[in-house]
C-alpha cells in the first residue's frame, strides 16, 4: 500500500503533512486507513502542537472521494473509536486532536476533500484555489458532515446554497463566506501558512490544546450530527438512476488531471440542465 500522507517532521511541535493520491488526489479506502493512524500518532504525540496539511499537485488539493472504490469494503469497515463510521470518525477526531491544524489549499477541495479541510481548525487558500461539495450533481447527500460543519461556518441560507447548488467556490467566495479564513496570492500561500505554523509551535502545548478545546466547545456540532448523514449517503449515492450520469462523467474526464475536473460543478450543472435525449 503505497502512503498517502508523508510527514515531515519539521520540529517536534510542527509537522507537514503533503497527500498524494494519483493524478487528482483522490480520497478512497486506503486513505481512510491511513488517515485513521496518522490521527493516532497526532493524537498521542506530546510534543506536536501545530499540523499543515498541504497536497503535492498545484492543481489538486483533494479532488473528492474515488468513485470506482470497493463499495463492499467501505460499507464492511468497523466504527472507529467514536462508534462512527471510520469515515466521519477520522473527521470528527480530527477536529479535535489537541493540536492546530492548518489546510493549506492550493487547486481543488471538493466533496470528501471539502469535507476534510472542513475538519481542520483553519484554511488558507491560494487564489487558484476551488472548493464545494457537488454531491448533488450525482443524486447524493454528502456523508462527511458539511451540513453541519458548513453551517456552522457560513450560516444557513450559505450552506444551503454550497450545498444545494452544488457548484464550484472560488477562493475569494469562499472566504468572503467563511469556508476559509483568508485567500492569499498563490506564491505567498507557503510562506504566510508556514509562518503562522512557527508562531504557533513555538508556543506553549498547554494553552495551545485548552485554548482549542473550549473553543471546540462553543462551536464543533455534536458527534451525533454525523451519523445521519453517512447514513443518507449510504442511502443515496450509486443509485441506478443516476449511473448514466456518472458514466457521462467519466467518458468526459472525471478523476483525471485534464478532464472535467478542472470545472466539475459548472459542468454538472449544465450537464444536468440539457434536454433530455429524444
Known amino acids: ?62 479532488a473528492h472521494w474515488d468513485l470506482l472504490a470497493d463499495k463492499a469494503r467501505v460499507a464492511a469497515m468497523k466504527p472507529g473509536p467514536t462508534g462512527l463510521h471510520p469515515y466521519v470518525d477520522n473527521l470528527i477526531r480530527l477536529s479535535k486532536v489537541p493540536v492546530a491544524t492548518i489546510s493549506a489549499i492550493r487547486g481543488r477541495a471538493r466533496g470528501a476533500g471539502s469535507e476534510f479541510v472542513l475538519a481542520t481548525d483553519l484554511r488558507f487558500a491560494s487564489d487558484r484555489a476551488v472548493l464545494g461539495q457537488f454531491e448533488v450533481g450525482l443524486g447524493a447527500v454528502p456523508g462527511g458532515g458539511p451540513m453541519a460543519r458548513l453551517t456552522r461556518l457560513v450560516g444557513r441560507g450559505r450552506a444551503l446554497e454550497i450545498l444545494l447548488g452544488g457548484d464550484d467556490v472560488p477562493a475569494e467566495l469562499a472566504a468572503a463566506y467563511g469556508y ?49 448523514g453517512l447514513a443518507a449517503f449510504f442511502a443515496t449515492a450509486g443509485r441506478p438512476e443516476h449511473l448514466p450520469f456518472a458514466q ?20 454538472i450543472g449544465e450537464l444536468r440542465q440539457e434536454p433530455a435525449p429524444r
Request: aromatic fraction near 8%.
Open 1 to 62: 500500500m503505497t502512503e498517502q500522507f508523508q510527514v515531515d517532521e519539521i520540529s517536534p511541535s510542527y509537522w507537514r503533512v503533503v497527500f498524494s493520491n494519483g493524478p487528482v488526489n483522490l480520497i478512497d479506502p486506503d486513505t481512510i486507513d491511513q488517515l485513521a493512524a496518522l490521527v493516532d500518532r497526532i493524537e498521542n504525540d506530546p510534543a506536536l502542537t501545530v499540523v499543515v496539511f498541504a497536497s503535492d499537485k498545484p492543481d489538486y488539493f483533494m
Open 180 to 228: 476559509v479564513n483568508r485567500v492569499l496570492p498563490d506564491a505567498e500561500l507557503d510562506g504566510f501558512v508556514d509562518r503562522l505554523a512557527r508562531r504557533i509551535a513555538a508556543f506553549d502545548k498547554v494553552a495551545v490544546s485548552g485554548i482549542k478545546r473550549l473553543v471546540d466547545v462553543a462551536s464543533l456540532p455534536e458527534d451525533a450530527e454525523f451519523g445521519p
Open 248 to 267: 457521462e462523467l467519466f467518458r468526459r474526464g472525471l478523476q483525471q488531471a485534464d478532464g472535467i475536473e478542472r470545472d466539475l460543478g459548472t459542468a
